[in-house]
């Protein structure tokens, strides 16, 4: 078992309630950086951890935060994507359900280092039950005076409150959360101009992920340096991975990150293998949005080396062999599973969450969906397979967010490794209604 | 004033301006057809994804080409940048796509469709579709809806440009008319179908680039082409009063905002020329205005083919 710096408490009884956080060493990080730090050297700690955000994109968070436009007289925020919608990820959820106090803890230093005086946490609306939490936690929070106004006499205020999301998947989309929380229809806006430099209200804003915002923690108490030497290259850090499937052991893991795929899916520690005895199929590392991998790429790479869990191993070989880390939603199917209805399934999800402003992924999305409705019910042609991978082909990079490349590439993957799945739909239709075709084969060489 | 060159045209504009702006000043057949973008409208643009071109250079500081293609509405030129738009292959397959993508919803009901001779989602399908349609899918149907008692929307018609929200969002003081539910549902309405009582509203009808939004005192009465476009003008309190009336003989069918070749309101009088809608469904005697004649249509379109001069085809097969 690796080390775990976020979800080290998390089975101790009383962890949501600020005193036994506390007691377990809880909102040291605030004293440390509003009593002996500068706002830069927060952020410097930052930068040397390496962290990157993770809510999908992986973007260096000190390099963010280094963005966000410092303009005289203008107020700045810090917004915490709390929206986690992305079919397979629900590390979030546990997060702040278990440990609150974290991501509060998390707020507090990351607007400090920002100069933020008032912060949202935006949270997806079927998450009510956990604003009930966090609204209890933050209470308690200015109770003990680490909210509000002069905090802990360094003469920092700060205000931060919970924001329920408006419903959408789309709404998770940076700029489409601003939007959101500004009242308005979730449609992302258009970029340039960033959020760094024009965000909620037209001010600079940081939008990041629950977990980015939680890992400030354990990088200011133990410092950047320390967080790096943990993990392999530029994947620094644990990360939080929810593991769902045909697993003996899904769950949520704080991994170190470099760990083995291999070891992740069959470690003790982690999943413990493949439920019921059955077969390995194939697997989505990083949620619905990112490639599918068959079997024989999982664990392996094409070249033949280990597969890790860290950004840039899951994405060894591109798309044509590899896929991402993506926001950490670990999906695995078993041999019984059927790839085109799951490709079905991921279609539908995008065709109703696309936000329909523009129009190849309003039109693309929903187009995909009919035609994969139809090859997953065996009424199909081949041709319809062909047509697939050109719809996806015209979304991919011509849409406002990425939601249009999201939507495509989990298709495009699919037909890529999976083709003679889907030409069984179409050539076998009734026996393929069993949806039994089991493992795909290797093909002889992979590009 | 920067320099930018687009598809081997080389103009100076300031700084700021759009490659679409850019390529409009060059003009011809290197503009880009924009179905999202108003010029008079701010915030609009970027949605429907027909203007997009290949930026080959990102300016002289940078001249690495940009990798995704850009929608030129939205995208402010640098000086020094080398923009692709009827040269590019790229543009050519993927604005191809980009008109599939309008077209495969759209209800193709020409034949008894108001905007015909005016549809700008025409001229695109003329110039950049295909001739036969992939989809073999059930179009997604609406039924038509009154926004307000002049105006009748034909939700099947709709390209979702978010142009008339915008007329409401600017023009109007109390917007009750926007974009409900979401993906390929996402549909034009007034919530509730609340009526839209408001002076500038019948500014909808002129910036919908398709049939979606038709005037209801116009409706099926005829052919834009069958009719007399004519200057003319009238004093208004409400708005400029600059118009264009269309004639069948003495009478009057319709009252328009005077039109630039994008389909655009012009500006009059130092700006934007939208009218009243007193002006618009109201004024429909010719004793309402002061003729001052024959207003020449300049776009593409089939209505100037009939009248005066010369036609102004600019239609060329990109490849
Ligand atoms: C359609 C869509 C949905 C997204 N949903 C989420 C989400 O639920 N949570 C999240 O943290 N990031 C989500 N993102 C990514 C955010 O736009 C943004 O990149 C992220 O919150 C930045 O935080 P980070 O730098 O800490 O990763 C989504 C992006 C897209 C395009
Ligand atoms: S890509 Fe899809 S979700 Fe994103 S802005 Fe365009 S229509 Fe909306
Ligand atoms: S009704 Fe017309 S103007 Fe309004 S969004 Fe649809 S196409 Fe655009
Ligand atoms: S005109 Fe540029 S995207 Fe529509």
């Given at each position: 078992m690796g080390r775990r710096l976020l979800l080290e408490h998390d089975n101790v009884a009383g962890i949501e309630t600020f005193d036994v956080y506390r007691k377990n060493g809880g909102y040291r990080s605030v004293e440390k950086a509003l009593k002996s730090?500068?706002?830069?050297?927060?952020?410097?700690?930052?930068?040397?951890?390496?962290?990157?955000?993770?809510?999908?994109?992986?973007?260096?968070?000190?390099?963010?935060?280094?963005?966000?436009?410092?303009?005289?007289?203008?107020?700045?925020?810090?917004?915490?994507?709390?929206?986690?919608?992305?079919?397979?990820?629900?590390?979030?959820?546990?997060?702040?359900?278990?440990?609150?106090?974290?991501?509060?803890?998390?707020?507090?230093?990351?607007?400090?280092?920002?100069?933020?005086?008032?912060?949202?946490?935006?949270?997806?609306?079927?998450?009510?039950?956990?604003?009930?939490?966090?609204?209890?936690?933050i209470a308690e929070a200015y109770d003990k005076g680490f909210l509000g106004k002069n905090i802990l006499g360094s003469g920092f205020d700060h205000d931060l409150s919970v924001a329920?999301?408006?419903?959408?998947?789309?709404?998770?989309?940076?700029?489409?959360?601003?939007?959101?929380?500004?009242?308005?229809?979730?449609?992302?806006?258009?970029?340039?101009?960033?959020?760094?430099?024009?965000?909620?209200?037209?001010?600079?804003?940081?939008?990041?992920?629950?977990?980015?915002?939680?890992?400030?923690?354990p990088i200011i108490n133990d410092g950047g340096e320390e967080y790096a030497k943990i993990g392999l290259g530029k994947s620094t850090g644990t990360k939080l991975i929810s593991a769902c499937g045909n697993l003996v052991r899904p769950g949520v893991y704080e991994i170190e990150m470099?760990?083995?795929?291999?070891?992740?899916?069959?470690?003790?520690?982690?999943?413990?293998?493949?439920?019921?005895?059955?077969?390995?199929?194939?697997?989505?590392?990083?949620?619905?949005?990112?490639?599918?991998?068959?079997?024989?790429?999982?664990?392996?790479?094409?070249?033949?080396?280990?597969?890790?869990?860290?950004?840039?191993?899951?994405?060894?070989?591109?798309?044509?062999?590899?896929?991402?880390?993506?926001?950490?939603?670990?999906?695995?199917?078993?041999?019984?599973?059927?790839?085109?209805?799951?490709?079905?399934?991921?279609?539908?999800?995008?065709?109703?969450?696309?936000c329909g402003q523009c129009s190849p992924c309003r039109e693309g999305t929903g187009w995909m969906e009919k035609v994969l409705h139809r090859l997953e019910h065996g009424q199909g042609n081949l041709r319809d397979i062909d047509l697939l991978a050109e719809i996806n082909k015209k979304i991919e990079g011509n849409t406002i967010c990425p939601l249009g490349d999201a939507a495509a590439w989990p298709v495009a993957a699919a037909i890529r490794h999976f083709r003679d799945e889907f030409e069984w739909h179409v050539n076998e239709r009734e026996e393929s209604q069993k949806r039994n075709y089991g493992l795909i084969r290797e093909p002889q060489s992979i590009a | 004033m920067i320099k930018v060159t687009i598809d081997d045209v080389e103009v100076e504009v300031a700084e700021g301006t759009t490659i679409l702006n850019a390529a409009r000043m060059i003009g011809g057949d290197v503009v880009p057809p924009a179905m999202c973008y108003y010029s008079k409208l701010p915030d609009t643009g970027g949605k429907c994804r027909t203007c997009l071109v290949e930026v080959a250079a990102g300016s002289t500081k940078d001249p690495r080409p940009m990798p995704k293609l850009v929608v030129s509405c939205s995208t402010p030129v640098q000086d020094g940048m080398v923009v692709k738009n009827k040269t590019s292959e790229r543009v050519?397959?993927?604005?191809?796509?980009?008109?599939?993508?309008?077209?495969?919803?759209?209800?193709?009901?020409?034949?008894?469709?108001?905007?015909?001779?005016?549809?700008?989602?025409?001229?695109?399908?003329?110039?950049?579709?295909?001739e036969k349609t992939r989809y073999e899918e059930e179009r997604r149907t609406f039924d038509p809806i009154d926004i307000g008692n002049k105006i009748k929307l034909h939700m099947n018609r709709c390209i979702l440009c978010y142009r008339c929200?915008?007329?409401?969002?600017?023009?109007?003081?109390?917007?009750?008319?926007?974009?409900?539910?979401?993906g390929e549902h996402a549909e034009i309405s007034t919530y509730i179908e609340s009526a839209v009582e408001n002076d500038f509203s019948g500014n909808m009808i002129d910036v919908c680039p398709v049939g979606a939004?038709?005037?209801?005192?116009?409706?099926?009465?005829?052919?834009?082409?069958?009719?007399?476009?004519?200057?003319?003008?009238?004093?208004?309190?409400?708005?400029?009063?600059?118009?264009?009336?269309?004639?069948?003989?003495?009478?009057?069918?319709?009252?328009?905002?005077?039109?630039?070749?994008?389909?655009?309101?012009?500006?009059?009088?130092?700006?934007?020329?939208?009218?009243?809608?007193?002006?618009?469904?109201?004024?429909?005697?010719?004793?309402?205005?002061?003729?001052?004649?024959?207003?020449?249509?300049?776009?593409?379109?089939?209505?100037?083919?009939g009248n005066y001069e010369s036609p102004r085809t600019s239609i060329k097969k990109v490849k």
């Open positions: 730090m500068s706002p830069e050297l927060v952020l410097e700690e930052v930068q040397k951890s390496g962290l990157r955000g993770r809510g999908g994109a992986g973007f260096p968070t000190g390099m963010k935060w280094s963005f966000l436009a410092k303009p005289e007289g203008v107020p700045r925020y810090l917004l915490c994507n709390a929206d986690e919608s992305e079919p397979g990820t629900f590390k979030d959820r546990y997060l702040m359900e278990k440990i609150p106090h974290l991501l509060i803890e998390g707020m507090i230093v990351s607007s400090f280092a920002l100069g933020a005086n008032q912060s949202y946490i935006y949270i997806r609306g079927e998450y009510m039950w956990i604003l009930d939490i966090l609204e209890k936690a329920p999301g408006g419903g959408a998947y789309i709404c998770g989309e940076e700029t489409a959360l601003i939007e959101s929380l500004e009242g308005k229809r979730g449609n992302p806006r258009m970029k340039p101009p960033f959020p760094a430099v024009k965000g909620l209200y037209g001010c600079p804003t940081v939008v990041n992920n629950v977990e980015s915002i939680a890992a400030v923690v470099g760990i083995t795929v291999e070891e992740f899916i069959y470690g003790d520690d982690y999943c413990r293998g493949i439920a019921n005895g059955k077969k390995l199929k194939a697997c989505v590392p990083g949620g619905s949005s990112v490639p599918i991998l068959p079997h024989y790429l999982v664990t392996k790479t094409a070249a033949g080396e280990d597969r890790l869990m860290t950004y840039e191993s899951l994405a060894d070989g591109g798309f044509a062999s590899g896929s991402m880390l993506g926001s950490g939603g670990f999906i695995v199917f078993d041999e019984d599973q059927c790839i085109v209805r799951n490709t079905w399934n991921f279609a539908r999800f995008y065709a109703h969450e696309s | 050519h397959e993927n604005r191809g796509a980009v008109v599939e993508f309008l077209l495969i919803n759209h209800p193709l009901d020409c034949p008894v469709c108001d905007q015909v001779g005016e549809c700008h989602l025409q001229d695109l399908g003329f110039e950049h579709g295909a929200v915008a007329v409401a969002n600017q023009l109007t003081d109390k917007r009750v008319h926007g974009v409900l539910h979401r939004l038709t005037d209801k005192t116009f409706r099926f009465k005829s052919r834009v082409w069958f009719l007399k476009p004519m200057e003319a003008e009238c004093e208004c309190t409400k708005c400029s009063g600059k118009v264009v009336v269309w004639q069948f003989g003495n009478e009057i069918y319709r009252v328009t905002a005077r039109k630039d070749r994008y389909g655009e309101v012009e500006d009059q009088d130092g700006k934007a020329g939208w009218i009243c809608n007193d002006c618009r469904f109201d004024k429909k005697d010719l004793s309402d205005w002061n003729i001052i004649g024959p207003r020449t249509i300049d776009r593409h379109s089939v209505i100037s083919q």
